[in-house]
């Protein structure tokens, strides 16, 4: 594989940029693989990198029924975070922010990870409670959470409306330095070289309609390019989950949902960090073309739909306007939607399944993208061990029935209750 | 945005109704032994269809019923609304 670097970059501009290598090739099926991964978003191009890189397991193939990078991965407003409360999700999202810090440099491609930090308005003393909280457990297992006051804040974002009279008054906030965001097509396009290179078949445009299951074991898959002999599956389909898993018989405590994000046309730079608001739902981080990237709630009724419904759009808006009063005089550029598996309790499963030979990775709601590195790296682990790694052992599916599940935003079994 | 017919006060905008979720969920009998595998069913185990759903909404800013509504979730066609204690009339 070529190497990228300033002197390939200054060796290819004298030739007219007519000598570069193709980034991945486009194979026709082969008969059989040890794995076939479904999905081409973010998490099967990572699992299937690190199954080659970790395990070795280098006869593999990732089965798209589009184009790689086509699905979330590549609609995402790439926030990057591990501010998280409850244990098992700190120790898996450090896990993940430690790789974000090095990944550029580990597949050779700038995925453009930026910490600049992410901050959470507070509105009342009782949120600035709770955000104290939430930064004592993060530091207590080594997460970097800083307790910002009002006018701290006033200092890193002038421009949000500090009045007092106004709705839902800024006391403070909580931020974590090192989280911040990357570019999502960059990392879906530099794992997908990267497992190439190794040997990893990238097959786009072949759709998965069906299972070889007997006797409680897999032995292949049916798709639209004919049918693959392999012994395990993996499944990073998002938001079409469940429709393979009927496939499957297998019934999941998973809704698809869609979530809607939208750009401002591009001004110069502004906000430096990403912010949420906290009375309400809406988050913006300013991306490097200098557009405004806005997102919020999911539109909240069971949606297959990779467009959303204009009323969330406007109730996202309106709470983005309450917090950067100057954003009305922004134009939109482009809204679009994405399904998510919301999962029942807001966290992810990877797991293995009742059928031998089909491991499960799925239900990432709103925050799959972060975790790309991470939940690539455990699920090969777990494909390539037949086992759980410690960093994904409480994201089984059992704990829908043994009650410990994850519900690190209290809101029960109503994802669409944001 | 969707229009949605309450069963009760007709057509009105998406605006005023919420949503409740998968609509062929059945709670439990109340008072009978029931092990927890089916209750974990019921709590956590929904409908998930691409196509034709049946779902509860609630006319909020209005009569304040809840009602049944039959819709497609790829195309967000809604085929038929009736009363929760009625049938689709399709
Ligand atoms: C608007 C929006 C904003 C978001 N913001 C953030 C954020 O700021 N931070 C964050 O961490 N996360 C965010 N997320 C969530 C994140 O994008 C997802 O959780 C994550 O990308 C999901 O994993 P993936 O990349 O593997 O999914 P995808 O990219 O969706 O990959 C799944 C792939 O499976 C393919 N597929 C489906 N069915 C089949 C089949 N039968 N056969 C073959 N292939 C199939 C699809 O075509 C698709 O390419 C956001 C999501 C959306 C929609
Ligand atoms: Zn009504």
Redesign the interface.
């Known amino acids: 594989m070529q190497k990228y670097s300033i002197f390939s970059l200054v060796k290819n501009a004298l030739s007219n940029h007519k000598d570069w290598e193709v980034a991945w090739k486009d194979p026709e099926p082969k008969k059989e693989y040890d794995v076939v991964i479904v999905g081409g978003g973010g998490h099967g191009l990572a699992t299937a990198y690190y199954l080659a890189k970790e395990h070795g397991i280098t006869n593999v193939a990732i089965l798209e029924k589009g184009w790689i990078g086509g699905g979330n991965v590549g609609r995402n407003t790439t926030i990057l975070r591990s501010n998280y409360m409850f244990d098992s999700n700190s120790h898996f999202y450090e896990f993940g922010m430690k790789q974000w810090e090095t990944l550029s440099q580990e597949l050779n491609y700038n995925v453009m990870y930026s910490p600049r930090g992410i901050i959470n308005l507070a509105h009342s003393d009782a949120q600035m409670n709770a955000y104290a909280r939430r930064g004592n457990s993060m530091r207590l297992n080594g997460i970097d959470a800083v307790l910002l006051g009002r006018d701290e804040l006033k200092k890193m974002i002038p421009f949000a409306d500090f009045s007092d009279t106004c709705r839902f008054p800024i006391h403070g906030g909580l931020m974590q330095p090192r989280g911040g965001t990357a570019r999502h097509d960059a990392v879906a396009w530099g794992y997908a070289r990267q497992a190439d290179s190794m040997g990893v078949d990238i097959i786009q445009n072949c759709e998965v309609t069906g299972f070889d299951v007997t006797d409680g074991k897999v032995s292949g898959v049916q798709t639209s390019r004919g049918s693959i002999k392999t012994k395990k599956v993996g499944l990073c389909v998002a938001g079409s989950t ?2 393979l898993a009927d496939m499957l018989n297998m ?6 949902h869609v979530l809607q994000a939208c750009v401002s046309e591009p001004v110069k730079p502004l906000l430096d960090h990403v912010v949420t608001f906290g009375a309400g739902h809406f988050y913006c981080s300013q991306s490097d073309k200098g557009e405004m990237v806005m997102g919020g709630d999911l539109d ?6 990779q467009r959303g ?3 969330m759009i406007q109730h996202v808006l309106t709470g983005g306007l309450a917090v950067f009063p100057n954003f009305s005089r922004l134009k939109m550029l482009r809204t679009w939607g994405g399904i998510m598996d919301m999962s ?1 309790d807001g966290s992810p499963i990877i797991d293995k399944t009742h059928i031998d030979g089909v491991y499960l990775n799925c239900g990432w709601c709103y925050g799959g993208f972060k975790a790309t590195p991470c939940s690539g790296w455990v699920f090969a682990h777990t494909i390539a061990k037949n086992e759980v790694h410690e960093l994904n052992a409480d994201f089984n599916l059992e704990r ?2 043994s009650g410990k599940i994850i519900d690190e935003k209290g809101v029960g ?2 994802p ?1 209750i944001g | 945005m969707l229009e949605i017919r309450c069963p009760y006060c007709g057509k009105r905008s998406q605006n005023e109704f919420s949503y409740g979720g998968d609509g062929n969920i059945k709670r439990p009998t109340l008072g009978e032994e029931i092990n927890t595998k089916d209750w974990d069913d019921f709590v956590y185990f929904r409908d998930n269809p691409r196509g034709k759903h049946t779902e509860l909404w609630h006319h909020t800013s209005g009569c304040r019923q809840w009602f049944k509504a039959s819709r497609d979730t790829a195309t967000h066609e809604i085929f038929a609304t009736c009363k929760m204690n009625e049938d689709f009339n399709e």
């Not at chain 1, 909240?300 to 739909?305: E, I, L, Q």
């Open positions: 469940t429709l019934r999941l405590p998973i809704e698809a909240g009724y069971n949606s297959y739909a419904n204009m009323p029942m829908f029935h079994p109503k669409w």
